[in-house]
């Protein structure tokens, strides 16, 4: 009986560990990076909150454009992030955009384009959506100009990143598993 117990919560610190927040570091350049401009818009709803480093530039006039995805395809554009006007982008400040796209699983890929003289250096990028537990990128350098720029750990799609109907598989599998320490 006590084996039952340690397996039910090393199962429930899983799901826990599967539900959580994921942080991610080491941006890099993609030059081969391709925007999908036919996009299913409306499908989904994102928020995305991106945070201006304290040490970037005090503002930026550059053009500033946003593609996030999963693993399996799915892939959200939002061009011209950017207006001077509203103070978008000012140093040591968050911003919160509300994306509209197609419906991804879990947000694994991330990147942003900067064209302009100015220069911008974000801190982080969080993305929160209904079908993907949120996750941070955690970038703090400056972007370079004309080149998207981000994170792809889509290469190792794990079962926090399957589609919904492989997880169930796997929690039955366990469930099966677990009657039969029992």
């Not at 989904?44 to 909150?49: H, K, L, N």
């Not at 950017?82 to 419906?103: A, K, L, N, W």
């Not at 900067?114 to 949120?134: E, F, M």
Request: with cysteine.
């Amino acid at each position: 009986m006590v084996k039952a117990v340690i397996l039910l919560l090393q199962i429930a610190s899983i799901f826990v560990f599967i539900q959580a927040e994921s942080i991610i570091s080491q941006p890099q350049p993609n030059q081969n990076f391709t925007v999908n401009y036919i996009q299913n818009v409306g499908s989904c709803s994102y928020t995305v909150i991106i945070t201006t480093s304290c040490s970037s530039t005090s503002y930026t006039r550059d053009q500033i454009s946003l593609s996030f995805g999963d693993g399996y395809g799915n892939q959200v554009y939002a061009p011209r992030l950017d207006d001077p006007s509203s103070r978008t982008f000012e140093r040591c400040s968050s911003d919160t955009f509300e994306i509209y796209g197609p419906c991804t699983y879990q947000v694994c890929y991330v990147y942003l384009y900067r064209s302009g003289y100015d220069g911008w250096k974000p801190d982080t990028v969080k993305i929160y959506g209904y079908n993907t537990k949120a996750v941070t990128f955690s970038y703090n350098t400056f972007i370079p100009s004309d080149v998207w720029y981000g994170f792809n750990l889509c290469s190792g799609v794990s079962s926090a990143t399957q589609p919904p109907s492989q997880r169930w598989f796997i929690y039955v599998i366990l469930g099966f598993l677990l009657i039969a320490l029992l």
